[in-house]
T-cell receptor, first 112, second 110 residues
């Protein structure tokens, strides 16, 4: 099992550009999550999906959109990137019942 | 509201025990977790404890839960340099989400 995979690993964007971060899991988990991690601020939830076909806003959804394409894949889109979106983005999925989360390796995004 | 707090830094000598503390606010949490993050990597679940337990031991790791005080701790016995990382406490909340603390950076000195 690959677990949770994310692409790309690194990305540099100019302000106003758009991009989609891809995430996939092969553990048959129902729930998937997108977080951003900034120095001194821990993990902040952007969006989550409790099951295929459903998505909900987290703590910091502004400037982002998501798509739960199927049970395996959950993508995060930045329509018009801003320097404030420079961060490390993590995708995760969780085990039903105990809600323990499995994380991908992260995407390091810089917006100039 | 939901909030998880932990101290930001801990430094210990190799071979000593490390104790990382955490307080949480949601008394309805069913599970509480400890995750480890090594440089440049994602978070990795270390262990979790069910809310009706007060202790869980797993090799060098001991988790203590005081539900009355909403206090969770992680003890690492015989700390090694490879244990240097950021440790996150988390509680599960409604709808399968978890709330994470800001992380404790553990530095192990040889």
């Amino acid at each position: 099992n690959a677990g949770v995979t994310q692409t790309p690993k690194f990305q540099v964007l100019k302000t106003g550009q758009s991009m989609t971060l891809q995430c996939a899991q092969d553990m048959n988990h129902n729930s998937m999550y997108w977080y951003r991690q900034d120095p001194g601020m821990g993990l902040r939830l952007i969006y989550y999906s409790a099951s295929e076909g459903t998505t909900d806003k987290g703590e910091v959804p502004n400037g982002y959109n998501v798509s739960r394409l199927n049970k395996r894949e959950f993508s995060l889109r930045l329509e018009s990137a801003a320097p404030s979106q420079t961060s490390v983005y993590f995708c995760a999925s969780s085990v039903q019942g105990t809600d323990e989360q499995y994380f991908g390796p992260g995407t390091r995004l810089t917006v100039t | 509201g939901e909030d998880v707090e932990q101290s930001l830094f801990l430094s210990v000598r190799e071979g000593d025990s490390s104790v990382i503390n955490c307080t949480y606010t949601d008394s309805s949490s069913t599970y509480l977790y400890w995750y480890k993050q090594e440089p440049g990597a994602g978070l990795q679940l270390l262990t979790y404890i069910f809310s009706n337990m007060d202790m869980k031991q797993d090799q060098r790791l001991t988790v203590l839960l005081n539900k009355k005080d909403k206090h969770l701790s992680l003890r690492i016995a015989d700390t090694q340099t490879g244990d240097s990382a950021i440790y996150f406490c988390a509680e599960n909340t409604n709808a399968g989400k978890s709330t994470f603390g800001d992380g404790t950076t553990l530095t192990v000195k040889p």
